[in-house]
């Protein structure tokens, strides 16, 4: 079975800050990597994602995330945040050929602060 | 429009009660799924569902169960309900053909409260 760390639990940076949350996961096939973020008191809504091919992903609202199939990781980054950028992110991974429905396994969450 | 939906929004509930919830997508996903967060935020898969198969996760109680009377359609019940089930419920679907990513829509969520 799979595994998601996320390490840092609360991270709190000022507006413009870069912001570096890391993911870490085991298992030992090939993975599908999501980023999800869930802002206050909202559902999940994907940031990125990565099935293939270039390691490094672009997403929505200026994120980007890069997979380091050596290091298991897959650390989601952003140059600049803004106050708005304030939520809790999830790492997700799932086996990336498994027949049956495939269940993503979510890590434990980063809660990210941006002060104004 | 919402691609997946849930209702209701907020359930609170004495123990012992049986409840559920209902889930819908419009998307035309064969496959759904069922996330418990506890207040911690941590989120864990309950169940999927696609019209060949139902994979329960061993930890949940089996006073839950899922319900499909459509592929559109996933409710959840739970039975004899706890104060530990007390948790924000989030349903979620996805196009589980081979080869298809297989991106998760998540709904709203469904805040459970058992009193």
């Known amino acids: 079975a799979q595994s998601v760390s996320q390490h840092n639990h609360h991270v709190i940076l000022s507006e413009a800050a870069s912001l570096e949350l890391g993911c870490n996961y085991s298992y030992g096939g090939t993975v599908n990597l999501f980023w999800y973020v869930q802002y206050p008191g909202q559902h999940l809504q994907l940031l990125l994602k990565y099935f293939s091919g270039d390691p490094l992903v672009k997403g929505i609202k200026g994120f980007e995330a890069e997979f380091i199939k050596s290091k298991f990781s897959f650390n989601l980054r952003k140059p600049s945040v803004q106050w708005s950028d304030t939520a809790e992110y999830f790492c997700?991974?799932?086996?990336?050929?498994?027949?049956?429905?495939?269940?993503?396994?979510f890590g434990s969450g980063t809660q990210l602060t941006v002060l104004p | 429009d919402t691609a997946v939906s849930q209702t209701p929004k907020y359930l609170v509930t004495q123990m012992g009660n049986d409840k559920s919830i209902k889930c819908e997508q419009n998307l035309g996903h064969d496959t759904m799924y069922w996330y418990k967060q506890d207040s911690k935020k941590f989120l864990k898969i309950m169940f999927s569902?696609?019209?060949?198969?139902?994979?329960i996760n061993e930890t949940v109680p089996n006073r839950f169960s899922p319900k499909s009377p459509d592929k559109a359609h996933l409710n959840l019940h739970i039975n004899s309900l706890e104060l530990g089930d007390s948790a924000v419920y989030f349903c979620a679907s996805s196009h589980e053909l081979a080869g298809f990513y297989n991106e998760q829509f998540f709904g709203p969520g469904t805040r459970l409260t058992v009193l």
């Open positions: 997700a991974v799932n086996p990336a050929f498994s027949g049956s429905a495939r269940q993503l396994t």
């Open positions: 569902y696609n019209n060949k198969e139902l994979i």
